[in-house]
């Protein structure tokens, strides 16, 4: 079964950026559909970014224009480059699969 671990979460002052990266135990090449989630303290799990296979790409309307995801099959990995953060991004983010199960996610926190 494919795994996907997060990484690259950290804090951030307002205005500041993070690349996320979403590593796979095994070729993504065969997975058509990789989302980003996010979910801050006492809320429900947000979808933030899609991208397919073929690259399409979708984002929430509170991140366009600031996030830009990204994935390179060569190396198994999908990313999501955050830039000015806000302080209403603080988040865990967990990247996910149709056909993997959740990941411990990676904290993002940003600091007014």
């Known amino acids: 079964q494919v795994q996907l671990v997060e990484s690259g979460g950290g804090l951030v002052q307002t205005g500041g950026s993070l690349r996320l990266s979403c590593a796979a135990s095994?070729?993504?090449?065969?997975?058509?559909?990789i989302y980003w989630y996010r979910q801050a303290p006492g809320k429900q799990r947000e979808l933030v970014a899609t991208?397919?296979?073929?690259?399409?790409?979708n984002y929430a309307d509170s991140v366009k224009g600031r996030f830009t995801i990204s994935r390179d099959n060569a190396k198994n990995t999908v990313y999501l480059q955050m830039n000015s953060l806000k302080p209403e991004d603080t988040a865990v983010y967990y990247c996910?699969?149709?056909?993997?199960?959740w990941g411990q996610g990676t904290q993002v926190t940003v600091s007014s």
């Open positions: 095994r070729t993504i090449f065969t997975i058509n559909i």
């Open positions: 996910k699969s149709p056909v993997t199960p």
């Open positions: 991208i397919t296979n073929g690259g399409s790409i």
